[in-house]
């Protein structure tokens, strides 16, 4: 099974940026889609972004698109979500994981903060 590690989180003000990163290891990390999600403390998971396996399709949600970029390097090893003009409504853990045709991957990692000042 493929094991994500995500990182990068932090505290920033309103307008600032953060990239966070998610390695991941298994033996086929890379053929899979990939996403984050972020839960906020008392609210629901929320959906942010996917990109398919060979990076050349994205999707984001409706609140973070235009100031979020996923991406994934080379390798495939590592996806990013790059957080721009950042708003205290962004505050929130954040998770990446494995996106198959059913749903997310059965394994979360630990995931990392986001808190944004206003």
């Known amino acids: 099974q493929v094991q994500l590690v995500e990182s990068g989180g932090g505290l920033v003000q309103a307008g600032g940026s953060l990239r966070l990163s998610c390695a991941a290891s298994g033996r086929t990390s890379s053929s899979y889609a990939m996403g984050w999600v972020r839960q906020a403390p008392g609210k629901e998971r929320e959906f942010v972004a996917a990109?398919?396996?060979?990076?050349?399709?994205?999707y984001y949600a409706d609140s973070v698109k235009g100031r979020f970029t996923i991406s994934r390097d080379n390798a495939k090893s590592t996806v990013y979500l790059q957080m721009n003009s950042l708003k205290p409504e962004d505050t929130a853990a954040y998770y990446c994981?494995?996106?198959?045709?059913?749903?997310?991957?059965?394994?979360w990692g630990q995931g990392t903060q986001v808190t944004v000042s206003s």
């Open positions: 990109i398919s396996s060979s990076g050349g399709s994205t």
């Open positions: 994981n494995a996106l198959g045709p059913t749903g997310w991957g059965h394994h």
